[in-house]
């Protein structure tokens, strides 16, 4: 048995062990049944469950989230409109974002199929000091569409502000499969 400041007590009968548990007022919990004899531990597990799920939270906040926007383009697109859709997928790349580039095409437009690779492809090659190409231009159905990731020194510099501080290793006790509720 370990007390409720890690110091280890001995073995104990269970009736005990439980009596130290509610005069301290705190719950017995056993850490180890598997091994002989059974290792138990007076902790508050409330306290214990409470902390727990709030390091998660906290590992959670740190977290980057990947996001696809996805630009849709035309096959007959002015470029006017094409300078400002690119616009649009360099500020996602900067942001950290992947972009899903897409060309849609409606009845005889599915002839001219090579414009929209012409287009994406022009696409990449403008935005190529931005991003890397995850997926080449491919056609699926009647919408031709390729994704683009931002590279990674730009990732890095986006997430960099967001790490959280080296934390010293705390003493945590394992995680408790029963516990007895004083």
Same mark, same amino acid.
């Given at each position: 048995?370990?007390?409720d400041e890690g110091n280890q007590i001995g073995i104990l009968p269970p009736y005990e062990a439980l009596k ?5 007022? =705190?719950?017995?919990?056993? *850490? ?39 630009? &849709? ?11 400002? &859709?690119?616009?649009?997928? =360099? ?8 972009? &899903? ?17 012409? *287009?994406?492809?022009? =696409? *990449? ?6 991003? =890397?190409?995850?997926?080449? @231009? ?8 390729? *994704?683009?990731? @931002? ?9 960099? @502000?967001?790490?959280p501080k080296p934390q010293q290793p705390a003493q945590q006790p394992p995680p408790a499969p029963r516990a007895?509720?004083?």
């Amino acid at each position: 048995m370990i007390d409720d400041e890690g110091n280890q007590i001995g073995i104990l009968p269970p009736y005990e062990a439980l009596k130290m548990a509610r005069e301290r007022n =705190l719950d017995l919990v056993e *850490i180890s049944p598997t091994a002989q004899p059974p290792v138990c531990r007076i902790m508050d597990y409330g306290k214990y469950l409470y902390q727990q799920e709030k390091k998660e939270r906290e590992a959670k906040k740190h977290q980057k989230v990947i996001v696809v926007k996805e630009v &849709k383009f035309r096959i007959n697109v002015d470029d006017h409109d094409y300078e400002t &859709k690119k616009n649009h997928v =360099l500020r996602f790349l900067e942001e950290g974002d992947k972009v &899903k580039a897409t060309i849609f095409f409606r009845g005889r437009e599915m002839t001219r199929t090579g414009l929209g690779r012409e *287009i994406l492809e022009r =696409l *990449i090659k403008d935005v190529e000091e931005k991003g =890397l190409v995850e997926f080449r @231009p491919r056609q699926e159905g009647n919408t031709l569409h390729a *994704i683009l990731a @931002p590279k990674k020194a730009e990732a890095h510099k986006q997430s960099k @502000p967001a790490q959280p501080k080296p934390q010293q290793p705390a003493q945590q006790p394992p995680p408790a499969p029963r516990a007895n509720q004083a």
